[in-house]
């Protein structure tokens, strides 16, 4: 099972924000889904409209208390499910981290790793695991954006961003060390910043 390292998931996020127009921070995820075809629902309404129980559906069929993504693999079609008894920026996070585990193709590169109920495999969460929560910071809170913008500090990544405060603390980390030396490709998030109206010599705070 091979590893994206973070340089490869950083692309992935830039050209998935080029492609579907995102220009601004804090953008909302559920028409991002709704234009990819991918359904969002709380695990609520999931339940009842297929008269499941909450906690079963949680612990045994997503087993997740945050929720996951479902592929139906008959229809190719994938369903984020998630607990709406989260705090808001813990649904933004599941949301966005279950896009990532789309987004990089988990279910179609490990077929072997997704169960009958068309969520991934526990026993390969490590790897998925770490991948889609990479994708995930990157999404909601692209790196070069906020170098360019001057958003460092923990406070103001989670307040401009909407990530929860460990992620936030995590970025900001990566900014001051590992974002600095990575391998990056300069067009893609020169492509990106002009979409912002981010230019480099005009830093805001």
């Not at 695991?129 to 406070?155: M, Q, Y």
């Amino acid at each position: 099972m091979m590893k994206l390292s973070p340089c490869n998931i950083y692309q992935e996020v830039l050209e998935f924000l080029l492609r579907q127009e995102i220009s601004g921070l804090n953008f909302p995820l559920e028409p991002l889904c709704a234009r990819n075809g991918w359904a969002v629902l709380p695990v609520q309404e999931f339940c009842r409209k297929r008269g499941f129980d909450v906690a079963f559906m949680l612990e045994r069929v997503l087993m997740s208390n945050y929720g996951a993504a479902i592929h139906f693999r008959d229809r190719d079609k994938y369903c984020i499910v998630y607990n709406d008894a989260l705090e808001k920026s813990e649904i933004r996070w599941t949301i966005a981290h279950e896009i990532g585990h789309i987004v990089l193709r988990h279910f179609e590169r490990y077929p072997d790793a997704v169960s009958s109920s068309g969520v991934l495999r526990e026993s390969q969460y490590g790897l998925f695991e770490s991948e889609a929560n990479l994708f995930a910071r990157f999404l909601l809170a692209p790196p070069v954006i906020l170098a360019e913008s001057g958003i460092i500090r923990i406070s103001d990544i989670a307040e401009r961003t909407g990530l929860p405060h460990e992620e936030a603390r995590r970025m900001s980390l990566f900014l001051k060390g590992s974002f600095l030396y990575m391998e990056r490709d300069e067009i893609l998030e020169r492509q990106l910043m002009e979409r912002f109206q981010i230019h480099p010599d005009s830093r805001v705070g």
